[in-house]
């Protein structure tokens, strides 16, 4: 995600980190080169006069606005649920650490070290974040997640399918034994399962997200309507503005290209894109905090912007 102030002055026109510029100039400098061509010959194409008016553009490009309005906003919309189901992992795993501190019972009077089933529930949840983040990725979470974890936990989760959803049934298997010991009512077991819940809900709804794009005919159809209505442009503005042709066209197909580009970008807010959620930061966030809980000392540093970017 980029996170910078926003440029001023000449400034504006020369940011390129984060701009989709970079996704869109070869088509954009297609465009413009055809404007120039079609400008230098009058809109002649093998000496046959092409003859086309503003009206059809005006006819077409006020529709195409409006349905890639529509389209960046439902874009906007995942990317937006998005981060707010992280920040629901943030709530959900500082009430869970609380929870195993505050209501649970140590094995021993006074004992709190770490082999304090709680601190293992703890640092699981802390390693249920980083398998998340790399889940959604497609990514090994092996060095982020095997530290965290028992060694038996550790070879057993090397070998599950869904490695989140396996970290919740341990998590089930340690509050049941919990249960059984007498460490914890019921009923307060019952908080604990809630939150629980809550962070595998979480991670279901990113999955859906993930598995469920735009509809591919829905997107195609803007695609084509897009690049129809830019490389016609030029036709239709020629013998109305003249030299200024390129120009216009160049600014119409900046926008509309850079629209159709930036909802393509956010539409999946999970990768490594530079407008994509920083979960990194998010997970190192969920990190640092439960680590505090259970008072460590010294804590991970905070993730900071690299080029405007976090990660």
Known sequence: MIVRDRPSGLKLFLVMR??????????????????????????????????????????????????????????????????KLWGEMVYSSRNFARQCLSLVAPALPGDAGPTDIRNRMIYRAIAYAHA?????????????????????????????????????????????RCIADGRIDGYLAATIDCTLSAL?????????IKGTPIPFSYTLLLHRTAYFYCFLLPFGLVDTIGFMTPF??????YTFFGLDALGDEIEEPF???PNDLPL????????????????????????????????
């Open 200 to 208: 595998v809900a979480a991670c279901a709804a990113c999955e859906r």
């Open 248 to 253: 216009v066209v160049a600014i119409v197909a």
């Open 18 to 83: 984060g701009s989709v510029l970079g996704r869109i100039w070869q088509k954009l400098l297609v465009t413009t080169l055809l404007a120039i061509v079609v400008t230098l010959s009058h809109g002649a194409i093998l000496h046959y006069k092409i003859t086309l008016t503003t009206i059809p553009f005006t006819l077409i490009g006020l529709p195409l606005a409006i349905f890639l309005g529509f389209r960046n906003n439902a874009a906007y919309d995942r990317y937006w649920e998005g981060r």
């Open 132 to 176: 998340m983040r790399h889940h959604l990725r497609d990514s090994d979470s092996s060095a982020d997640v095997g530290p965290l974890l028992a060694p038996d936990e550790r070879h057993r989760y090397a070998d599950a399918v869904h490695k989140p959803n396996f970290l919740m049934d341990r998590m089930g298997e340690d509050l049941q």
């Open 271 to 273: 990768g490594l894109a």
């Open 280 to 311: 990194d930061t998010i997970c190192r966030t969920i990190e640092i905090n439960l680590r505090e809980t259970l008072g460590e000392a010294p804590l991970p540093p905070a993730l900071m912007p690299v080029g405007y970017q976090l990660s």
